[in-house]
């Protein structure tokens, strides 16, 4: 089956089943409700989402101690979270079409932070990613990334994702990992992989185990948890962060073949 638009001469193909393979189970604070994480400069940056208690928190990776935490205006819903220019972070908001830009100093000392300016944007904000020093793509909630330039947030294209097996609307939360673009889908316990050149699904995380033991693990706490979202990226490795919304836990995982094994 080919594809048409853009990539007239990409086809499409059965997307790799994969699993996640736990290398290690770090606290998270629970009360996160999480939209966005992302490794920068070694401390891990998770966006929180929430009317009046959005907020953007750092964090050590290795132990889940947060580190400092800036609040977002009251009527803000804090959403996807990537690496702009110069070292700042962009942070999307859900429906108030405004991204806030924290500068590299601003991080320097989070918790006496406000942000240093802002894009502005059409539409829905849902995840935020960086192709390495190209592109910002962000996601809206449909089966579509939207490309925007890094100076201006100004749209540079717009995408439809393929998938020869299954849907892909509700992309969500986003990471680059140097070849890859890797999507959450709202609602459902999938990661999507998908080629940037294609736009097409090549692999399909199932995230329903850890899910499930996050559901256990938050129960047994006498809390209550919400869906699968977040993907950070390890520089230099084939490990990622996975979390979702109110999750008592972060997991270091690789994303295996469920038949095989073999890292996707």
Known sequence: MQIDD????CELHKPVKLVPQVVAKIPHQADAYTQGLLLHEGTLYESIGLYKESALRAINPATGEVLAEAALPAGAFGEGLAEGLDGELVQLTWKEETAYRWSAQSLGNLSEATPSGTFEYRGEGWGL???????????DGSADVILRGTKDFSVTGRHHVYRLDGPTVGLNELEWDGESVWANRYQTDEILQIDPECWTVIGVVDMSGLHDEAVQDASAGGSKIDVVNGIAQIPGTDRFLVTGKLWPSLYEVRFVDESSGIPG
């Open 6 to 9: 853009h990539a007239s001469s």
């Open 129 to 139: 990613t960086r192709l390495g020093t190209a592109d910002f793509v962000m996601t």
